[in-house]
Structures are given as C-alpha cells and as structure tokens.
C-alpha cells in the first residue's frame, strides 16, 4: 500500500495542488494550522492494508510541497511544529511492525520551496535543497528502528533530463554518498530507483511493468483515475479503477515476478474513502483463496516465455516452483484449451476447491480442461492450479505444428 496523505489532503485537488494553482508557499503553510487530523488512526490505515492482503506500505514522509509528517529538526515546517503537534511516521511505523508488516518510507528529495533547478530558485537554494535531503533522509534512517524500504521520488529537477539524464540526477543529489549513508543505517534495507541511481528496483508508475529478468520490479498505481497527481485525496475524482481491474494489474505484475504498489489517499481527517476501503477488502477477499498464486511468483525465464500459456484466450498465468496458475479473466464454461504447456500436467484443480479437474493433453502442447463450472466461481479472476513434472515450461512457435 502506497499511502500519499499531508496538507493537500485539506484542499482536496490532489498531491500538486500548491504547484499547480501556484499557490505562493505563505498561503499554502497557513494549512498547517488546520491540519489536525481527528480520525487519523495508524493502526486503521495498516490493518486495512494487512486485510487486503499487502505485506508492506509505504507513507510519504514529506512530500514536494516539504511538510514533513515527522519531527525534523531541519525544519519548521511540520505536524509536529504545527497545529497537529504528531509524529505520524513515528505512530506509522509502531502500527506497521504490531501488525507484522514491513516498514516502506516515501521521501521527495525534491522541494518546492526551494524552486526547481534550472527552472526556479538560486544555486545556493539548490545546494540548501540538497543538504535538506541528506539531513533528513539521515533522520529518517537513524531515528525510527528499522525501515524495510526507502521510496525515493521527486529526483527529478530538470526540465528535460539531458542525455546522461539518470547520471546528472545522481550527481546533483549526491546520491552515491546519500545511499552509502542509508545502507550504512539500515544494512538489509531496499532503495528504489528514483534517486538517479539503479539500486534495488525499479518502480513503473500509473501501469505494469516489469524489469530486466532477474531485478526486482515495483509497479506503483492509483486506485482512482491515473491522470497526472491523482494519488493524494481528490475531493469529487469517482473514476476509480474496477475490483476487477485492480486484479487483474496484481495478477499482471506478479507474472513477471513484480511486486504492485496500490495507493491510496486518505481524508484530511485521516479517514480513508469507501471507494477504496470497498476495493481493498474485495482484493483481500479474492487474495484469501488465491493468494498462493501470487505470493512469491516468478517469472518463466525470457527464452522460455515465447507462448504466454493460453496466450490470448483466458487471461494471464503466475507460476511457482512446479506449479502454474492459471488466471481466467475470461471464463469459457464447461471446457477450457490451453496451449503453450511443455509440461506433464499431473493434475488441475480450481483454487478454493478440492475438486480435480478432468485435465488431457495432446502431443502438440494444448490441453482440454473438463468439467469445469458453467459459471465462474470468481468472477473477477478465477484460477486453476496446475501440478507439473517440473519447472514450467512453455513451447516455442517454432515447435508447435501448426
Ligand atoms: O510527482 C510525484 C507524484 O505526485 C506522485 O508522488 C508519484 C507517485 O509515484 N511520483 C511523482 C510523479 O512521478
């Protein structure tokens, strides 16, 4: 669970609300002295979280706008000093960890408050702006027990990134000295990629998508329509994404061995919107049955990966050690073909049942699937596990005689 909350939050039009209504920063700290938020309750945001089946969050410790959700001692401007007069991140990761679930920080090295380089502001605002950052980022990592994940964002400074783009994002941040400060900290602890260096994973925005084979992969999405700066709390925004989609975007991620990183922007109050809470526990009640299809999934190895099982009939497949799952978005009633297994199947059953499935093959690679419901028995995703003689493998084009 991604979680953008903080000032915007009170006016209601998303996270870059102060940018752009170009709202001078006077007006916009005013905020801060009605930002007491009564419903806030840590313990809430992570249990929703842990029901919907998510092992980890990330919060947004200080955002673009630079209030902090935390006690910086760099800075005046945050819940601590203010109206609030909380340490929510320090309430965040006390409910985190009581609830068994990894501790994931957001942090903006980017400030508006300092301009943009080479858009706004001085160079001696530029050189305050990266000291911010590492003074802060060194308080987060010293100052509240173990965090899991460092959620770098708001690197960018430029309008166009120039050629050598990642690299000069990395040299303004002094990011190598930065990370090796982090890692120093928090030993075990995983950086994404937005601090201009590759680090651990990469992080696809507003879509799935998926890393070279062999590096970790992040997908990070909102709940509500993707247009530009719909994660924080949007006011009167109702195009939020179907169960189903949402789904089918977790489905998609982890057959590529990815992780999904939903997000969701709670009320200024604290509270969270049904929309979201509804979402939630619809995933966390598809997840209870089908969870083992996504918890630790791989990915086929990129030789192998020629013929997507079923490749463009039910849906999309997971796998694990020797087993595959079958995902049916689409459910083609009593009979379902499936091409592409190299595999034996030894046998096939639909996940939340014990019920085996009449399963045949033919030597050109499809297999019938008989028997099954009229129906789908989940209409969102239904998925059928298949027990194999070894590490999936699918066929290539070139093999099959068609
Ligand atoms: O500008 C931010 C945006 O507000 C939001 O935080 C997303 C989340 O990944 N990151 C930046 C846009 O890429």
């Known amino acids: 669970m991604l979680i953008h909350w903080g000032l915007y939050s009170i006016l209601g039009r998303g996270e870059w609300v102060m940018h752009a209504e170009h709202i001078p920063f006077k007006e916009y700290a005013k905020l801060a002295e009605k930002f007491k938020p009564s419903k806030f309750n840590a313990d809430r945001w992570v249990s929703l979280a842990k029901e919907a089946g998510m092992k980890y969050l ?16 760099v800075s005046d401007f945050t819940s601590v000093k203010t109206a609030a007069q909380r340490d929510f991140i320090a309430e965040y990761v006390k409910a985190c960890r009581k609830a068994g679930l990894k501790v994931g920080l957001y942090y903006s090295l980017g400030d508006w408050r300092f301009g943009i380089p080479k858009i706004s502001g001085t160079p001696a605002q530029a050189r305050a702006m990266v000291a911010q950052a590492h003074a802060q980022v060194r308080e987060l990592m010293a100052n509240y027990g173990k965090i899991d994940l460092l959620w770098y964002d708001g690197g960018w400074c430029y309008p166009s990134l120039p050629d050598d783009g990642k690299r ?57 329509d993707s247009y530009f700066s719909g994660w924080g709390y949007i006011k009167d925004n109702f195009n939020f994404k179907t169960t189903t989609q949402l789904i089918q975007c977790l489905v998609t991620a982890a057959s590529g061995g990815g992780n999904y990183l939903l997000n969701i922007g709670p009320k200024p109050d604290g509270g969270i919107r049904k929309q979201e809470v509804d979402r939630l526990r619809a995933i966390g009640k598809w997840m209870k049955v089908n969870g083992e299809s996504i918890y630790g999934s791989q990915r086929l190895p990129a030789k192998q990966a020629c013929i997507p099982w079923g490749y463009g009939t039910f849906g999309i497949t997971t796998v694990k050690g020797n087993s595959g799952y079958l995902h049916f978005f689409r459910w083609p009633g009593e009979t379902a073909v499936v091409t592409g297994i190299r595999n034996r199947v030894l046998s096939a059953r639909i996940l939340g049942s014990n019920k085996k499935i009449n399963a045949q093959q033919t030597a050109d690679g499809r297999l019938f699937l008989k028997g099954l419901p009229g129906k789908p028995p989940n209409r969102n995703d239904t998925v059928i596990v298949l027990k194999l003689d070894r590490r999936p493998e699918s066929f290539n084009y070139a093999d099959i005689p068609l």
């Open 58 to 73: 990330v919060l947004t410790t200080r955002h673009h706008d630079g209030f902090c959700l935390y006690n910086s001692k």
């Open 168 to 224: 000069e994002v990395a040299r303004f941040w002094k990011s190598e000295k930065l990370n090796a400060l982090v890692r120093k900290l928090q030993p075990h602890i995983l950086i994404n990629d937005r601090s201009g260096l590759p680090e651990d994973f990469g992080t696809p925005e507003g879509h799935v998508g998926a890393e070279e084979s062999g590096r970790a992969c992040e997908s990070c999405m909102t709940m509500g």
